[in-house]
């Protein structure tokens, strides 16, 4: 909308994550001097008090025993009935009440720093160290104000722990060690990993007796040095490792529990080699021993070492040969050893690279090798179970010198007919391939999509729609799906029964239901605007009202206070913006008005009166009220700016004295006073000085437990007393790239801690404080997601939008790895097919090129003067095709994708409006298109040229179905309605199952291929506008999108309808509590 505030351009900058760690701390992004650490002493009544920390002296604070001359003192904070007590001793180490103060700021937490001590319970305020008395209670507050409701020191306290000397008596044999320094004997038997020549002589040594003290500080075995300590237990420097072994007859293995017989003879040492499975030059020569005393899981994590795959990533070690099977204990290794010298170790792909080729494989190859081994060549054939297709009718297997003539003859032998459809008006002709799948029958895949996580947050709206649950989990909305968001287990839940955009949300006051109201459907067969209200826990929907009433639409909600939550006003977004007042446990219609035909952007209840609404918006705030005939009529002397009249009321709070407080457009903070006649009236006393508070739109305001008032606006908070006439007591600004402060609100409405979450116009939300840095806890793009892509070996996704931004996310953590601002609104992004870079296109006509582990930049090209709308690099990762226009630019990639030149003339020209997506064939040779007006072309790579005989390519392969035409996609086209469109398509790496977003916003799966008419579908309505991005992940697992008009970033879980999925491989991404 035109009254927000929208922030600058950012500057380009790369911020580089750690890794896949959790979170994604602001503090760690902008400490060069940008975000300063909170100064503790601003604002104090004290401003020259120094701290207590001395070089000579030690703390005080936090003493809980009496000094010679000290007072033993217990400290609660304001307000918190629930703060057990600090006790500390005031004695002369103290120098003076400022140091006091400065210290318990530190000790207690409070919204803007201890600032005034009281006694307990007269509540008198302490001015001098000699006021205090031993043993006594007092008050620590940030305001001048002591909260006498609060019985203080009823929770009990603490019992610190007290230890006598141990009484004499008689001790386990066990305790004597620990007691009396006695050091057993062990023999020191040698470790499983060790450097060649040092595990040969080991092998062939007598196991002797060493102290345990020795053998400790050779091999810790403590869980916390384990890691630190196994390079010098394992390893030489020499350059090859080898497997200690000797003589034993028992061996534990590793969680399986397997155990070796006594009487099994040992197996000699034998020479084997471990490889890395993504880096085959990572090869280590080892010896394997038996007889280790190291467990199954201490072999593993040394193996990963040696293998210099990332701590959490290494996923398991395998055989070398067919069937390469996981090795999974101790005992399985030793009866594999005996079969096998060679081994694999796999990280995040899970498995082998041989099994992933034997999937994987192309079918149409002319490669010699069919797998692993030296076989001798055969011809190639797709097998769909019960079926095979002779791939040599498909031009990868016509011999390169076969003149397009004979092509020409041989189509006509065939006698191919292709099958003619209308799209959007205009006839196309799509060839069928030669043979059947009989998995193309129409029906509906045996799959499900559940929806596993959401990105990001809505964050453009000034609205409420950001709130804290009596568990500590936040509930917001993103497109049409409320979540319900634990931080402490990292999970969410989604209510998912709107089928528009949620557009507004309210929280009843027990904070057990949920009301949220969606916007107007655009198609002719939406659902019309409702209100639904449903419990935070089981997500169970409670009620649905306004279906016959609401034509356009509801723009904000609220439940009333006074009744607890008896009554719901509604706004709609119609012309005159009609409020309705509900009774919605009964469903009823209780009074309803028209407001103003002014923007409106909120409405409440007044909290101590349910009978006094308030609504607010462009050049407003109205107080009305409802009478007992059910009428609400507006009182006009209620709400009056007698002097400049802010173009837009941006927000609303409430003190506790019952004043009503505003903020506005023009960065003011008005205060409103109820006079005995019930009329609101603006406070020029108080709200003289709180004129022009902000620079910038005031979007937040948050009233504190304590009293403290808490405005945002822009990039900035301020902190009032109400307790002393609003005074001004602190000031903290965040990032710019964090974005405008939409919503503000307490960890929890009782606490005093000082502890807030932020939501920004950035589509993130911030958790921290005035005293602690901000950190992110959700983030998101802020505008479009045009481009999104998945790795093609690692569980991460790349994902590029209109905002300039960059990001990769991890799977399974959720968690933003990197984010990279190149300077240019980005349309496409794609992977070379080995995940080292990725190319993203802009608005700007040029390709840039990052790293992908990094987020660095590569290198940048330039196209032309026109978006690019589609990227892709072959599959043999040798080419990279933009389509730019209605043209597609071809670039040879060089040196790992350093380096980029033209392709021989460089441009395949032939379309005649823009180019919407491209495909590779698996061979690398062909190209098929798709424009703007619907055209479905192919391209010769080696000629550079159209190939306009589409038959030629009917049983052609290709890497990936991005191209929303095609014969394999007719039965999707069946399905829809007037006026919809699809707008993507993603086909799953085994060729399983067909995603499909279209403009309505909708996500359907079907079987791959689909060609049947009107073949059947699993449907989702995640989005109201379109669905813009799907992606599969390269296991299959996931289905990733994003559309709307929020930025909205979804992931979804693709489960097998006919039995339980299967458990997730180990994975430093992993969370038990996702699935």
Same mark, same amino acid.
């Given at each position: 909308?035109?009254?927000?505030?929208?922030?600058?351009?950012?500057?380009?900058?790369?911020?580089?994550?750690?890794?896949?760690?959790?979170?994604?701390?602001?503090?760690?992004?902008?400490?060069?001097?940008?975000?300063?650490?909170?100064?503790?002493?601003?604002?104090?009544?004290?401003?020259?008090?120094?701290?207590?920390?001395?070089?000579?002296?030690?703390?005080?604070?936090?003493?809980?025993?009496?000094?010679?001359?000290?007072?033993?003192?217990?400290?609660?904070?304001?307000?918190?009935?629930?703060?057990?007590?600090?006790?500390?001793?005031?004695?002369?180490?103290?120098?003076?009440?400022?140091?006091?103060?400065?210290?318990?700021?530190?000790?207690?937490?409070?919204?803007?720093?201890?600032?005034?001590?009281?006694?307990?319970?007269?509540?008198?305020?302490?001015?001098?160290?000699?006021?205090?008395?031993?043993?006594?209670?007092?008050?620590?507050?940030?305001?001048?104000?002591?909260?006498?409701?609060?019985?203080?020191?009823?929770?009990?306290?603490?019992?610190?722990?007290?230890?006598?000397?141990?009484?004499?008596?008689?001790?386990?044999?066990?305790?004597?060690?620990?007691?009396?320094?006695?050091?057993?004997?062990?023999?020191?038997?040698?470790?499983?990993?060790?450097?060649?020549?040092?595990?040969?002589?080991?092998?062939?040594?007598?196991?002797?007796?060493?102290?345990?003290?020795?053998?400790?500080?050779?091999?810790?075995?403590?869980?916390?040095?384990?890691?630190?300590?196994?390079?010098?237990?394992?390893?030489?420097?020499?350059?090859?490792?080898?497997?200690?072994?000797?003589?034993? /007859?028992?061996?534990?293995?590793?969680? /399986?529990?397997?155990?070796?017989?006594?009487?099994?003879?040992?197996?000699?040492?034998?020479?084997?080699?471990?490889?890395?499975?993504?880096?085959?030059?990572?090869?280590?020569?080892?010896?394997?021993?038996?007889?280790?005393?190291?467990?199954?899981?201490?072999?593993?994590?040394?193996?990963?070492?040696?293998?210099?795959?990332?701590?959490?990533?290494?996923?398991?070690?395998?055989?070398?040969?067919?069937?390469?099977?996981?090795?999974?204990?101790?005992?399985?290794?030793?009866?594999?050893?005996?079969?096998?010298?060679?081994?694999?170790?796999?990280?995040?792909?899970?498995?082998?690279?041989?099994?992933?080729?034997?999937?994987?494989?192309?079918?149409?190859?002319?490669?010699?090798?069919?797998?692993?081994?030296?076989?001798?060549?055969?011809?190639?054939?797709?097998?769909?179970?019960?079926?095979?297709?002779?791939?040599?009718?498909?031009?990868?297997?016509?011999?390169?010198?076969?003149?397009?003539?004979?092509?020409?003859?041989?189509?006509?032998?065939?006698?191919?007919?292709?099958?003619?459809?209308?799209?959007?008006?205009?006839?196309?002709?799509?060839?069928?391939?030669?043979?059947?799948?009989?998995?193309?029958?129409?029906?509906?895949?045996?799959?499900?999509?559940?929806?596993?996580?959401?990105?990001?947050?809505?964050?453009?709206?000034?609205?409420?729609?950001?709130?804290?649950?009596?568990?500590?989990?936040?509930?917001?909305?993103?497109?049409?799906?409320?979540?319900?968001?634990?931080?402490?287990?990292?999970?969410?839940?989604?209510?998912?029964?709107?089928?528009?955009?949620?557009?507004?949300?309210?929280?009843?006051?027990?904070?057990?239901?949920?009301?949220?109201?969606?916007?107007?459907?655009?198609?002719?067969?939406?659902?019309?605007?409702?209100?639904?209200?449903?419990?935070?826990?089981?997500?169970?929907?409670?009620?649905?009202?306004?279906?016959?009433?609401?034509?356009?639409?509801?723009?904000?909600?609220?439940?009333?206070?006074?009744?607890?939550?008896?009554?719901?006003?509604?706004?709609?977004?119609?012309?005159?913006?009609?409020?309705?007042?509900?009774?919605?446990?009964?469903?009823?219609?209780?009074?309803?008005?028209?407001?103003?035909?002014?923007?409106?952007?909120?409405?409440?209840?007044?909290?101590?009166?349910?009978?006094?609404?308030?609504?607010?918006?462009?050049?407003?705030?109205?107080?009305?009220?409802?009478?007992?005939?059910?009428?609400?009529?507006?009182?006009?002397?209620?709400?009056?700016?007698?002097?400049?009249?802010?173009?837009?009321?941006?927000?609303?709070?409430?003190?506790?004295?019952?004043?009503?407080?505003?903020?506005?457009?023009?960065?003011?903070?008005?205060?409103?006073?109820?006079?005995?006649?019930?009329?609101?009236?603006?406070?020029?006393?108080?709200?003289?000085?709180?004129?022009?508070?902000?620079?910038?739109?005031?979007?937040?305001?948050?009233?504190?437990?304590?009293?403290?008032?808490?405005?945002?606006?822009?990039?900035?908070?301020?902190?009032?007393?109400?307790?002393?006439?609003?005074?001004?007591?602190?000031?903290?600004?965040?990032?710019?790239?964090?974005?405008?402060?939409?919503?503000?609100?307490?960890?929890?409405?009782?606490?005093?801690?000082?502890?807030?979450?932020?939501?920004?116009?950035?589509?993130?939300?911030?958790?921290?404080?005035?005293?602690?840095?901000?950190?992110?806890?959700?983030?998101?793009?802020?505008?479009?997601?045009?481009?999104?892509?998945?790795?093609?070996?690692?569980?991460?996704?790349?994902?590029?939008?209109?905002?300039?931004?960059?990001?990769?996310?991890?799977?399974?953590?959720?968690?933003?790895?990197?984010?990279?601002?190149?300077?240019?609104?980005?349309?496409?992004?794609?992977?070379?097919?080995?995940?080292?870079?990725?190319?993203?296109?802009?608005?700007?006509?040029?390709?840039?090129?990052?790293?992908?582990?990094?987020?660095?930049?590569?290198?940048?090209?330039?196209?032309?003067?026109?978006?690019?709308?589609?990227?892709?690099?072959?599959?043999?990762?040798?080419?990279?095709?933009?389509?730019?226009?209605?043209?597609?630019?071809?670039?040879?990639?060089?040196?790992?994708?350093?380096?980029?030149?033209?392709?021989?003339?460089?441009?395949?020209?032939?379309?005649?409006?823009?180019?919407?997506?491209?495909?590779?064939?698996?061979?690398?040779?062909?190209?098929?298109?798709?424009?703007?007006?619907?055209?479905?072309?192919?391209?010769?790579?080696?000629?550079?040229?159209?190939?306009?005989?589409?038959?030629?390519?009917?049983?052609?392969?290709?890497?990936?179905?991005?191209?929303?035409?095609?014969?394999?996609?007719?039965?999707?086209?069946?399905?829809?309605?007037?006026?919809?469109?699809?707008?993507?398509?993603?086909?799953?790496?085994?060729?399983?199952?067909?995603?499909?977003?279209?403009?309505?916003?909708?996500?359907?799966?079907?079987?791959?291929?689909?060609?049947?008419?009107?073949?059947?579908?699993?449907?989702?309505?995640?989005?109201?506008?379109?669905?813009?991005?799907?992606?599969?992940?390269?296991?299959?697992?996931?289905?990733?999108?994003?559309?709307?008009?929020?930025?909205?970033?979804?992931?979804?879980?693709?489960?097998?309808?006919?039995?339980?999925?299967?458990?997730?491989?180990?994975?430093?991404?992993?969370?038990?509590?996702?699935?």
């Amino acid at each position: 909308m035109d009254y927000y505030d929208y922030d600058g351009p950012h500057r380009a900058h790369t911020q580089q994550g750690n890794g896949y760690r959790q979170g994604y701390p602001t503090g760690n992004r902008y400490d060069n001097g940008a975000y300063d650490n909170p100064d503790t002493y601003q604002g104090l009544r004290y401003p020259s008090g120094g701290s207590m920390d001395h070089d000579d002296e030690p703390d005080t604070l936090g003493r809980t025993k009496l000094g010679k001359r000290g007072k033993l003192v217990t400290f609660y904070r304001n307000g918190d009935n629930n703060f057990k007590g600090f006790q500390t001793s005031i004695n002369s180490k103290i120098r003076s009440l400022e140091t006091l103060l400065v210290d318990l700021t530190s000790k207690i937490p409070t919204t803007t720093g201890i600032r005034y001590i009281f006694t307990w319970p007269d509540c008198k305020e302490v001015r001098d160290l000699s006021e205090f008395e031993g043993g006594r209670s007092y008050i620590a507050s940030c305001v001048k104000k002591v909260n006498k409701t609060i019985n203080y020191g009823s929770v009990s306290r603490e019992q610190f722990w007290q230890t006598k000397k141990p009484s004499a008596g008689r001790h386990r044999e066990d305790d004597k060690r620990f007691l009396y320094n006695i050091k057993p004997k062990q023999v020191n038997r040698p470790p499983v990993l060790s450097r060649m020549s040092a595990g040969i002589a080991a092998a062939n040594e007598t196991p002797r007796e060493t102290d345990t003290s020795d053998t400790f500080n050779t091999w810790p075995r403590s869980q916390n040095m384990k890691a630190k300590n196994r390079k010098s237990r394992n390893f030489q420097d020499d350059d090859s490792v080898a497997m200690d072994y000797e003589d034993t /007859n028992t061996r534990r293995s590793g969680s /399986n529990g397997d155990i070796t017989s006594p009487n099994q003879k040992p197996t000699p040492g034998k020479v084997l080699t471990v490889v890395n499975n993504l880096n085959r030059q990572i090869e280590e020569k080892v010896m394997f021993n038996p007889g280790t005393t190291q467990e199954f899981e201490e072999i593993m994590e040394d193996i990963s070492d040696m293998m210099k795959i990332p701590q959490g990533a290494f996923t398991g070690l395998f055989a070398g040969t067919h069937p390469f099977k996981k090795i999974e204990s101790f005992s399985q290794l030793l009866r594999t050893v005996e079969k096998c010298d060679k081994f694999i170790a796999c990280s995040l792909e899970g498995v082998p690279q041989e099994i992933l080729k034997r999937e994987r494989e192309a079918p149409s190859s002319n490669s010699s090798n069919d797998s692993t081994g030296m076989r001798k060549p055969r011809k190639h054939s797709r097998r769909y179970e019960n079926l095979e297709i002779d791939s040599m009718s498909s031009p990868e297997q016509m011999s390169r010198h076969e003149s397009t003539e004979d092509r020409l003859n041989r189509a006509k032998l065939l006698n191919v007919k292709p099958v003619t459809v209308d799209i959007h008006g205009l006839r196309r002709e799509f060839y069928a391939p030669s043979k059947t799948n009989p998995e193309d029958n129409g029906a509906k895949p045996d799959k499900k999509l559940k929806l596993e996580w959401v990105y990001g947050y809505r964050g453009q709206e000034a609205k409420n729609n950001l709130y804290v649950l009596r568990t500590g989990e936040l509930v917001y909305y993103v497109a049409t799906v409320a979540i319900v968001y634990d931080k402490e287990k990292e999970t969410q839940k989604h209510y998912m029964e709107h089928t528009e955009d949620i557009t507004c949300m309210a929280l009843h006051p027990t904070q057990n239901y949920v009301a949220t109201g969606q916007q107007v459907g655009s198609s002719a067969t939406a659902i019309l605007p409702h209100i639904r209200i449903w419990d935070a826990k089981s997500l169970y929907t409670y009620k649905e009202i306004g279906l016959d009433l609401f034509q356009y639409g509801i723009n904000t909600l609220a439940f009333s206070t006074e009744s607890g939550g008896d009554l719901l006003l509604a706004v709609d977004a119609s012309d005159r913006h009609v409020l309705s007042v509900w009774d919605w446990q009964a469903g009823t219609l209780t009074a309803k008005t028209t407001t103003t035909s002014e923007v409106v952007i909120s409405g409440c209840f007044y909290p101590q009166d349910d009978t006094i609404i308030i609504t607010y918006g462009r050049q407003h705030i109205f107080f009305w009220k409802i009478f007992q005939d059910s009428k609400i009529y507006r009182d006009k002397k209620s709400g009056v700016f007698n002097d400049e009249v802010p173009k837009f009321v941006t927000s609303v709070a409430f003190a506790p004295n019952g004043d009503v407080i505003s903020g506005d457009s023009n960065g003011s903070i008005l205060i409103w006073s109820r006079n005995d006649s019930d009329q609101f009236a603006i406070n020029r006393h108080i709200s003289d000085h709180m004129s022009h508070a902000h620079h910038k739109s005031v979007f937040a305001l948050c009233m504190k437990a304590d009293g403290i008032l808490l405005s945002g606006a822009g990039s900035e908070i301020k902190a009032w007393d109400t307790s002393s006439e609003y005074r001004f007591i602190k000031e903290r600004m965040l990032p710019d790239t964090a974005g405008t402060i939409r919503n503000m609100l307490p960890h929890n409405q009782q606490d005093t801690d000082g502890q807030l979450y932020i939501g920004t116009a950035n589509n993130s939300i911030l958790e921290g404080s005035l005293q602690n840095k901000f950190t992110y806890l959700i983030q998101g793009h802020h505008k479009e997601v045009s481009g999104l892509t998945c790795h093609p070996t690692e569980q991460t996704f790349i994902t590029a939008g209109l905002d300039k931004e960059v990001c990769k996310w991890a799977l399974y953590t959720h968690n933003l790895i990197w984010k990279s601002n190149i300077g240019l609104e980005c349309v496409c992004v794609a992977f070379d097919p080995q995940g080292l870079v990725m190319a993203i296109g802009t608005t700007a006509g040029r390709f840039v090129i990052l790293d992908s582990s990094s987020g660095n930049h590569v290198a940048s090209i330039q196209v032309g003067n026109d978006d690019i709308t589609t990227i892709s690099f072959s599959p043999d990762g040798k080419m990279l095709a933009a389509g730019c226009q209605d043209n597609i630019f071809l670039y040879q990639v060089l040196d790992d994708g350093q380096c980029f030149r033209k392709h021989k003339t460089g441009v395949l020209s032939g379309h005649s409006n823009y180019i919407r997506q491209l495909d590779w064939s698996t061979d690398s040779r062909y190209i098929q298109s798709v424009s703007a007006d619907y055209d479905l072309m192919y391209w010769d790579i080696g000629k550079m040229q159209c190939e306009k005989q589409g038959a030629l390519l009917r049983d052609s392969l290709w890497t990936t179905q991005s191209a929303t035409l095609g014969h394999a996609l007719l039965g999707a086209w069946s399905n829809l309605e007037k006026d919809e469109d699809i707008v993507c398509t993603a086909r799953s790496n085994k060729h399983i199952t067909l995603a499909v977003g279209d403009n309505t916003g909708s996500l359907r799966l079907y079987k791959y291929p689909c060609s049947k008419q009107k073949a059947d579908f699993i449907a989702m309505k995640p989005y109201s506008k379109s669905t813009n991005n799907v992606c599969y992940t390269n296991d299959d697992t996931f289905l990733i999108t994003s559309g709307g008009s929020d930025a909205g970033l979804m992931q979804w879980c693709i489960k097998d309808n006919k039995q339980a999925m299967l458990p997730l491989p180990a994975s430093p991404f992993s969370m038990q509590d996702t699935l």
